[in-house]
């Protein structure tokens, strides 16, 4: 079974920057679609990013041009850039790993943009 560690969250200023990571157990990582996902107070969760085995990326409407998915292989980490952060990118924020049907999620890490 995968296991999903996240990190990195707490509390930014507007217009701050943040790193998240999530840390994944096992060697299917890097075969493996990782991809991050918010929950807002009172909302549904959303798609914020993926990035494909291959390192193809995409992004939410929200988040392009301020947010940056990467993954290093080696580490068995995938990161989430966060710049410019707004007072509604307040989340907690979830990493996910999907390989076929295997759909793995960490416990999540709340993100507060607040001055």
């Not at 107070?41 to 995409?58: D, H, M, Y």
């Not at 992004?59 to 989430?80: E, H, M, P």
């Amino acid at each position: 079974q995968v296991q999903l560690v996240e990190s990195g969250g707490g509390l930014v200023q507007p217009g701050g920057s943040l790193r998240l990571s999530c840390a994944a157990s096992g060697s299917i990582f890097r075969i493996a679609a990782m991809g991050w996902h918010r929950q807002a107070p009172g909302k549904e969760r959303e798609l914020v990013a993926t990035i494909s085995s291959g390192g193809n990326t995409n992004y939410a409407d929200s988040a392009k041009g301020r947010f940056t998915i990467s993954r290093d292989n080696a580490k068995n980490t995938v990161y989430l850039q966060m710049n410019s952060r707004k007072p509604e990118d307040t989340a907690v924020y979830y990493c996910n790993l999907r390989r076929f049907t295997l759909d793995a999620w960490g416990q999540g890490t709340l993100v507060t943009v607040s001055s």
